[in-house]
């Protein structure tokens, strides 16, 4: 099973920005497509991004235009860049190959 470790989350005032990275284990990462989720407290897992193998992306509709995937397979890596965050982003954000395997998530905290 691939191991996915996250980092970059912290608390950002409103309108600031963050990027996450997700490092995974195994050669078999540009195979694989890759997602960023989040939860945030009493709400349930929801899909904000993801990357297919050859690079193309979806967006939940309430990140559009703010956050962007990128993946970088020389580094067996998967990016969130995060920008005009909002409150309402403010949740645990995790990983996953789409396949089983998920990170153990970063917080993320948009307070000012």
């Known amino acids: 099973q691939v191991q996915l470790v996250e980092s970059g989350g912290g608390l950002v005032p409103p309108g600031g920005s963050l990027r996450l990275s997700c490092a995974a284990s195994g050669s078999i990462f540009r195979f694989a497509a890759m997602g960023w989720y989040r939860q945030a407290p009493g709400k349930q897992r929801e899909l904000v991004a993801s990357?297919?193998?050859?690079?193309?992306?979806t967006y939940a509709d309430s990140v559009k235009g703010r956050f962007i995937i990128s993946r970088d397979n020389a580094k067996n890596t998967v990016y969130l860049q995060m920008n005009s965050l909002k409150p309402e982003d403010t949740a645990v954000y995790y990983c996953?190959?789409?396949?089983?395997?998920w990170g153990q998530g970063t917080q993320v905290t948009v307070s000012s």
């Open positions: 996953t190959d789409h396949s089983g395997s």
């Open positions: 990357i297919s193998t050859g690079g193309r992306t």
